[in-house]
C-alpha cells in the first residue's frame, strides 16, 4: 500500500483552502456587488414586476392678465380607468359603468376584460361630468379607479381666443400660448402604485405609494383684459356694421413692446373648437396676415425724411397736381385734382401720396430701404405666437424709379400688422425698436413667488428723440385737422394716420372696390402710452377708407382705454379742426341751483329731461364740464329745496 507523506497531505489541504477561500471571496465580491451596486435597481425591478400605477395629470397653469384676472383655468373633470383583473363581475361592472358613461355594454365589457394591468376608457370615460363622477363613486365599483384630470376653460369665451390658444384631451397646447409655452404651462406627472400578486390582484396588506403631480407654472401676460374687452367690443360692433371679410386690432405699449390687447375676426370659442374650420383657429391675423400697408407706412417715410434731413415740414412746400409721373407711370392721388399748394406737415395730414413720392425720391433707394429694414420690415418681430409672417419686401436689384415711389407711400410692399404696430412704436418713442412679447412673468403656484421675468428687449435704435417728437407732433396734427379726425377724442392728446390698403385678387392685378382699412392711433400724443392698430378687410356699405371705417374704431378703444390706465384727461392739445357736416361739442354747463324756468337761456343746443318734483335742480347727469354732441339729452333732477352744503361736499 502506497504511503502519502505527510508534506504531500498539507499542501493538497493548503490548495483546498486556498481555493475555497478564493471561491468564497468571489461569492462574496459577487454579493457585495449586488448589495451595494446593483441592489437600488434590482429593488426597483421586483418593486415594478408587484406594484401597478395609475397615472395622474398635473393640474395646467393658469394664464392671466397682467392685473392677475384668470384668462385660461381647470375645471376638475376626473377620467375613468379600470384594472381588469381586480373586477370580479365583468358583466355587472359593465354594465353599470355603460349606463353612467352613456356607452354600450358591450363596449365597456371589452374595456374591464382586456388583457392589461389597467385602462383607460377613452373618449367616454375621459374628463367626465360632476354627475357621473358622484354616481361612479357612489356605486364604490372594484377594480374601477377616478384618476385625477381636468378640463381647460377659458373664462371669457371667445375673447383673446387666437392668442390664448387651446389645450386638447391630454391637456397639450395645440395653439395660442398653450402651445407656445406648453412645457412650462404643463407640468409633471404624479401617480399612486398598489402591489399585486402574480394574477393582478390587489394585496391590501401592502400600503399603497402616491406620487403626487407637479403642477404647471402661472403664466402673468401683459394682457389688459380691460382693454381687451373694449376691444372685442368695438370689433363686434364693426363686424355687425360692415360685414367685412375680416378685422384685427392690436394694441402694445410702446416703452416696453408688451401686447396689451389682440383680437381678429372671425374668432371661436377656445372650448369649442373642434366645432370650427381650422382655416380660423390656424390664422392669427395680426401676426400671420400680410398685405400692403397702405398710408400707414408713410409714417416709415416721414421718419426716414426727418431723419436725414430732407425736409422740413413748416418751411418746404409741395403742390400737388392730384398726380405724378414716375418712370412712364402716373401715380395718382387719393384726392381728384389734387390738394394743391401744401407744406409738407400738411402733404401728412392730408396724406398725399406724390408728396411722400417725392420723399421718397429725395431719400433715393439705398436710404429708404435701409430704414425699411431698421424698422424691422422683412423678417419677424419674434413675438411670443406660432405663426408669425414675416411680410415681403422688393428685392434691391428690382427696385426701380416706380418700385421706389411706390414703396415710399406703402403700395407694392407687403408687411403684417404686427411689423406695423412694432414700428410704428419705435417712430414715436424716441427711436427704439423692441421686440414684442406676451409672457410677462412665470409664478410657481404653490408659493405664488415669481419664477422667472421677462425683460423688455430693445432690438435697435432707428431715429433720434429730435425726430421722434417731430413725429408725434405731425400725427397729433392729422388726427385734430387732417384725414384722422374721426380718431379724435376729447379731452386727450391723440396721434394717429389713415391707411387704404389695395388688395391683390388671385390674377395678380388689384380689386376693384374691396380694399383694407386701416388706422394706426396713440396717446397721449406727447408721451405715448398705448399704440392701437385696427384693420377692417372689404368694409360692406360704406366709402373704403381708414379714416370713415377705422379711425372712429381706433378712437373709441384709446377714449375707453386710458381712463383705466390711469391717465388723465387734459386741455393742452390741438383743437379738432370741424368740417361740415361735423359741430363742435358742446360744454354741459353746471346745472346745479338753478332754478328750472332759467333752463331755457342754457339749454339752446340741449335737450332736457327731468325727474322728480319742485323747480330747484339738485343733480344733473353728465355733470358740468362734459362736452357732448349737440341734441344730446342731459337728465335733471328736482326738487322744492336745494340741497344742504354737507350733501354738496359729499
Same mark, same amino acid.
Given at each position: ?546 379714416? !370713415? $371705417?377705422?379711425?372712429?374704431?381706433? %378712437?373709441? =378703444? @384709446?377714449? *375707453?382705454?386710458? /381712463? #383705466?390706465? +390711469?391717465? &388723465? ?37 340741449? !335737450? $332736457?329731461?327731468?325727474?322728480?318734483? %319742485?323747480? =330747484? @335742480?339738485? *343733480?344733473?347727469? /353728465? #355733470?358740468? +364740464?362734459? &362736452? ?23
Amino acid at each position: 500500500m502506497k504511503r502519502v507523506s505527510t508534506v504531500t497531505v498539507r499542501k493538497r489541504l493548503v490548495a483546498v483552502f486556498l481555493i475555497g477561500l478564493i471561491i468564497f471571496g468571489i461569492i462574496d465580491l459577487r454579493l457585495g456587488y449586488v448589495q451595494f451596486v446593483l441592489g437600488d435597481q434590482l429593488m426597483e425591478k421586483a418593486d415594478e414586476s408587484w406594484s401597478r400605477n395609475i397615472s395622474f395629470q398635473p393640474e395646467r397653469g393658469h394664464i392671466l392678465d397682467v392685473n392677475g384676472e384668470i384668462l385660461a383655468e381647470n375645471v376638475t373633470a376626473p377620467s375613468v380607468v379600470v384594472v381588469p383583473r381586480q373586477i370580479d363581475n365583468p358583466e355587472e361592472t359593465a354594465k353599470k359603468l355603460a349606463e353612467i358613461l352613456d356607452m354600450s355594454t358591450e363596449k365597456a365589457y371589452e374595456y374591464v376584460t382586456k388583457s392589461a394591468m389597467s385602462v383607460n376608457l377613452h373618449p367616454e370615460g375621459r374628463k367626465i361630468s360632476a354627475d357621473q363622477e358622484k354616481a361612479i363613486r357612489t356605486l364604490n365599483l372594484e377594480g374601477v379607479y377616478l384618476a385625477k384630470d381636468s378640463i381647460r376653460h377659458y373664462p371669457f369665451g371667445d375673447d383673446l381666443s387666437h392668442v390664448l390658444g387651446f389645450a386638447g384631451i391630454d391637456n397639450q397646447g395645440l395653439m395660442g400660448l398653450e402651445l407656445y409655452y406648453d412645457d412650462l404651462l404643463n407640468g409633471e406627472k404624479g401617480s399612486l402604485s398598489f402591489y399585486s400578486d402574480a394574477k393582478g390582484k390587489r394585496l391590501n396588506q401592502l400600503a399603497d405609494v402616491y406620487t403626487a403631480p407637479k403642477d404647471g407654472y402661472d403664466l402673468v401676460t401683459t394682457i389688459d383684459s380691460r382693454i381687451q374687452t373694449i376691444m372685442e367690443r368695438e370689433l363686434d360692433l364693426a363686424q355687425a356694421k360692415y360685414n367685412p371679410d375680416g378685422a384685427m386690432a392690436i394694441a402694445v405699449d410702446p416703452d416696453t413692446g408688451g401686447i396689451l390687447a389682440m383680437t381678429s375676426r372671425p374668432n371661436f370659442n377656445p372650448e369649442n373648437y373642434q366645432e370650427v374650420d381650422p382655416a380660423i383657429y390656424n390664422r392669427n391675423l395680426p401676426i400671420w396676415s400680410t398685405y400692403e400697408p397702405g398710408s400707414t407706412f408713410k409714417i416709415i417715410t416721414l421718419a426716414a425724411a426727418l431723419e436725414e434731413d430732407v425736409v422740413d415740414l413748416h418751411e418746404d412746400e409741395f403742390h400737388d397736381h392730384g398726380h405724378v409721373e414716375v418712370g412712364g407711370a402716373r401715380l395718382r392721388c387719393w384726392k381728384p385734382g389734387g390738394h394743391g399748394s401744401q407744406t409738407f406737415l400738411e402733404v401728412v395730414q392730408n396724406s398725399c401720396n406724390p408728396g411722400f413720392v417725392h420723399l421718397g425720391e429725395e431719400l433715393g433707394k439705398e436710404k429708404l430701404f435701409s430704414y425699411i429694414k431698421e424698422f424691422g420690415f422683412g423678417k419677424e418681430t419674434g413675438i411670443d405666437l406660432q405663426g408669425e409672417g414675416s411680410g415681403i419686401l422688393f428685392k434691391p436689384e428690382n427696385v426701380g424709379p416706380v418700385e421706389l415711389a411706390t414703396t415710399a407711400f406703402g403700395q407694392g410692399v407687403s408687411v403684417t400688422p404686427i411689423q406695423q404696430v412694432m414700428a410704428v412704436s419705435a417712430a414715436i418713442n424716441g427711436g427704439y425698436l423692441y421686440e414684442p412679447y406676451i409672457a410677462k412673468e412665470w409664478v410657481d403656484p404653490q408659493t405664488q413667488k415669481m419664477v422667472s421675468k421677462t425683460e423688455p428687449k430693445v432690438k435697435n435704435r432707428v431715429i433720434s428723440e429730435k425726430t421722434s417728437k417731430e413725429i408725434r407732433n405731425a400725427l397729433e396734427s392729422v388726427v385734430a385737422k387732417g384725414t384722422g379726425r374721426p380718431a379724435y377724442v376729447e379731452g386727450y392728446r391723440v396721434g394717429g394716420k389713415t391707411g387704404t390698403a389695395q388688395k391683390v385678387g388671385p390674377n395678380g392685378g388689384y380689386l376693384e372696390n374691396n380694399h383694407i382699412v386701416s388706422f394706426i392711433g396713440f396717446a397721449p400724443a406727447d408721451d405715448p402710452e398705448i399704440v392701437v392698430y385696427v384693420a377692417v378687410d372689404n368694409p360692406k356699405g360704406v366709402r373704403q377708407f381708414g379714416g !370713415t $371705417v377705422a379711425a372712429p374704431i381706433v %378712437g373709441s =378703444i @384709446i377714449r *375707453d382705454s386710458l /381712463p #383705466v390706465m +390711469g391717465v &388723465k384727461t387734459r386741455e393742452d392739445g390741438l383743437e379738432k379742426e370741424y368740417l361740415w357736416p361735423e359741430q363742435p361739442l358742446i360744454e354741459v354747463p353746471d346745472l346745479v341751483g338753478v332754478e328750472k324756468n332759467e333752463l331755457m337761456q342754457m339749454m339752446t343746443d340741449l !335737450t $332736457v329731461e327731468s325727474s322728480g318734483d %319742485g323747480e =330747484i @335742480i339738485i *343733480d344733473q347727469d /353728465p #355733470v358740468a +364740464g362734459t &362736452k357732448v354732441e349737440p341734441g344730446s339729452t342731459i337728465r335733471i333732477f328736482l326738487s322744492k329745496e336745494k340741497k344742504s352744503s354737507k350733501n354738496n361736499e359729499e
